[in-house]
């Protein structure tokens, strides 16, 4: 049993991460503060023996009293709507928060998970993305408050692991989905299935030839726990490999919904990746994980989620 720190807890991915730990056995403290996150993704947890939520903004000063084994730190807005709606506050978190928790880590003499991200790639120009590929990023685009964010995490973190030998893991993280994600967050796959539930055109950004290699989010925290649970550092690529032009991931949605949704285009975003697939070889060979959802199944599950809701 582990004490284990889960900054963003309450958001999408780290809700699953949170009953992914819980499910082992480990203590989880889920630390959020809501702004993109929500307390209806972790109803679940509460009464769960060895939960604690503590509502807090991780860009200010991280302290949790007690033991800790394990600071992972997942707290950072993702969706491409949080890049101008709250541009300012994915920089701090990326940078004042991710200081502090590394901060929280060394006073407690505790391992350090930084949730990084595919999109320190960029636009990328090798395919598929090893992680020795260095990116293609315009740090001065919409797009660049998150990816900057996320490639100074990663310095922020060696610099912690050479200079105070801190123990690290650093996950890269491709484009995941499932239940639990927002309702119309400029994600593909969410925004398809919102939209073809409520009978509106999908909307494809550019010519639908783009792609992108969805993994299902029960494949990536295991990938997570995988990592977390190894000697490897890290970066490590955790994503599904097998690749998907936009134009076919609505075709899927569109079988799996039974929607008679028409798919209409709109120009592509500045700095939208074209392509997206990544190396998994590093994955395979020191953590022996590879996905095992297939998309089609994935999405009937996410589907399954989001009949659910009120998408009104």
């Keep these: 049993m582990a004490r284990v720190v889960v900054t963003g807890g309450a958001g999408f991915l780290g809700s699953h991460l949170c009953r992914a730990l819980l499910d082992r056995g480990d203590q989880v403290v889920c630390l959020d503060n809501l702004v ?3 307390i209806t993704n972790i109803d679940d947890l509460f009464g769960t023996r060895g939960f604690t939520f503590i509502e807090h903004d991780v860009s200010s000063y991280v302290w949790v009293p007690g033991a800790v084994d394990t ?48 999109e320190v790639y960029g636009d990328p120009l090798v395919h598929p993305q090893p992680e020795s590929y260095w990116g293609n990023v315009n740090p001065i685009g919409p797009r660049g408050v998150y990816d900057e964010a996320k490639r100074y995490a990663e310095a922020l973190t ?30 593909v796959v969410s925004n398809f299935i919102v939209q073809a539930l409520a009978g509106e055109p999908l909307t494809i950004y550019g ?90 199944e994935g999405v009937t599950r996410t589907t399954e989620w989001f009949r659910q809701l009120d998408l009104s």
Excluded at 174 to 187: E, I, L
Aim: hydrophobic share 35%; glycine share 10%; with cysteine.
């Design 207 to 296: 010519d639908g030839s783009q792609t992108r290699s969805f993994c299902y989010v029960d494949d990536e925290v295991r990938g997570f726990l995988n990592l977390l649970d190894s000697d490897t550092v890290g970066p490590v690529n955790i994503g599904n490999p097998h690749e998907f032009t936009v134009t076919e991931l609505a075709k899927v949605v569109l079988s799996v919904t039974g929607s008679s949704s028409e798919i209409v285009y709109h120009p592509l975003p500045v700095d939208d990746p074209t392509q997206r697939k990544p190396d998994i070889g590093l994955a395979t060979r020191a953590l022996g994980w590879a996905p095992v959802v297939e998309l089609t």
């Design 158 to 187: 060696m610099a912690y692991h050479r200079h105070h030998g801190i123990d690290v893991r650093i996950v890269r993280i491709f484009n995941t989905y499932g239940p639990r994600m927002r309702p119309r967050d400029g994600r």
């Design 71 to 118: 600071v992972m730190h997942f707290a950072s807005p993702a969706s491409p709507i949080d890049f101008e709606r709250i541009p300012i506050q994915i920089l701090k978190v990326g940078g004042l928060g991710t200081h502090n928790c590394l901060g929280l880590a060394k006073a407690k003499g505790a391992k350090f998970f930084l949730a990084s991200t595919s």
């Design 36 to 38: 993109t996150g929500s």
